[in-house]
């Protein structure tokens, strides 16, 4: 652990909260008073302007202008619309980006994409610890291909090794869910083309959070979804980046009416649409891609770079507390101990891991567990202060020192963790 050159003080943060250049950005959400929401990596806060902006779609243009809101309201055009926002956070081109589906659904159809754009290959790499439902999805797909195709994993040390000629496609997440562990993206990607190979990104744990530039570094596919560090609410539509020189040559293995050249001609056959728009699938959910919206339009008045930058300052202040407060030993840091190689989160292992973070819960301090030891804090830029750290940090040691989180509630699992 980093150890900070003087003892922090709960003043000390006072101050950075007082000269935060974001500040103002957290009365924009709606947070319990007393809260302290470190799991925004996890699912994104509330804004304070969704349920009106959602409450004026539900009852003026569902309510009043029902079925002609397709037309004078705009829903036909929303998931070109927010896939567009979506790409000036991720560094992607006009075209490049749509909202559609979730984020399992997307990868689907990016790594068939993928598989057909590379015909005469037939593996996947991917690492054991990315996201589960990547592998689940990989898997699948393998199976259903049924011909010989298959699914390659390798520790992050020994992904460049991986990456031979027999490789389709290159499929990781940008940053890690349980350890925080980010990727050079540019670097990996430059070896999977090296290779021959097709880049598939998984930015769930980065839209939002760290600087993403898939125009600069050559990306093929991306993913990822709405819920985190976009604010789009509990199951919010994902998005999907396809580089646009792939575009012409995918014929969609989802190939559902949306994506059609013309949708409302009801043509028997399948003819895909131009561009990314083929990606599409069924008709698009309108009431939770409102709410997504009005999250997207709020990140993209923060300055990426400023989210950055405060998301690595409050990772390193929060480690130096870790280390200050509760002493060598009581917790281990399984993240990266360098800052620029994690994403906007910091990941330790304990003993009893689980009753610990339900008793933090308990005391109004939301982080989350992963399996089977892990405590994960998330920091969300624009609604988690400084101040809210040291009182972590603080609430923590006090659970450790008198054993408080050694009571039966605590140690029952729910059904989600």
């Known amino acids: 652990m980093k150890v900070a050159s003087k003892v922090l003080t709960r003043r000390d943060l006072e101050a950075l909260d007082r000269d935060d250049p974001l500040r ?93 754009l590379r015909p005469d290959r037939k593996v996947i790499v ?48 940008h940053v890690s869910y349980r350890t925080g562990r980010m990727y050079d993206l540019q670097r990996i990607t430059e070896r999977a083309h090296a290779a021959g190979a097709i880049m598939l990104w998984d930015l769930a744990h980065s839209a939002g959070a760290v600087p993403v530039d898939l125009t600069g570094a050559d990306v093929d596919f991306a993913v990822g979804c709405g819920y985190k560090y976009l604010n789009g609410g509990p199951g919010a539509p994902a998005f999907l980046y396809v580089a646009r020189r792939h575009q012409p040559n995918i014929r969609p293995i989802l190939s559902g009416w949306f994506g059609h050249a013309s949708p409302f001609t009801f043509e028997q056959s399948y003819r895909p649409a131009e561009g990314i728009d083929r990606l599409t699938v069924g008709a698009p959910p309108i009431i939770s891609l409102t709410a997504l919206e009005v999250g997207v339009d709020l990140m993209l008045e923060a300055s990426i770079d400023a989210l950055r930058a405060k998301s690595v300052q409050q990772g390193v202040i929060f480690e130096e507390l870790i280390a200050q407060e509760l002493g060598e030993g009581a917790v281990s840091l399984v993240s990266p101990s360098e800052p620029a190689m994690r994403g906007s989160q910091l990941c330790y292992a304990l003993a009893n891991a689980w009753p610990v973070n339900r008793a933090l819960i308990d005391r109004g301090v939301i982080g989350d567990f992963r399996a089977p030891n892990i ?11 400084y101040v809210e750290l040291w009182d972590a940090v603080a609430t923590l040691k006090k659970i450790l020192a008198e054993r408080s989180w050694d009571r039966p509630e605590y140690h029952a699992r729910t059904r989600v963790t």
């Open 126 to 173: 991917s690492e054991p610890g990315n996201f589960p439902t990547d592998l689940y999805v990989a898997e699948g797909l393998t199976r259903y291909l049924g011909r010989g195709h298959s699914l390659r994993l390798a520790e992050p040390s020994d992904i460049e090794g991986a990456i031979t000629e027999d490789v389709a496609v290159v499929m990781l997440t």
């Open 375 to 385: 405590l994960r804090f998330g920091f969300t830029p624009l609604y988690v202060g």
């Open 24 to 116: 103002e950005f957290r009365d924009r959400f709606s947070l319990p008073e007393g809260l302290i929401y470190l799991d925004g990596n996890s699912l994104g806060a509330m804004p304070k302007a969704t349920p009106a902006r959602v409450r004026e779609v539900v009852e003026d243009e569902w309510g009043r202008d029902l079925i002609r809101s397709w037309n004078i309201n705009g829903w036909i055009d929303i998931q070109q619309r927010i896939g567009a926002k979506i790409g000036r956070l991720i560094g992607a081109g006009d075209g490049e980006t749509i909202v559609a589906d979730s984020t399992s659904v997307n990868l689907f159809k990016a790594l068939a994409a993928a598989f057909e």
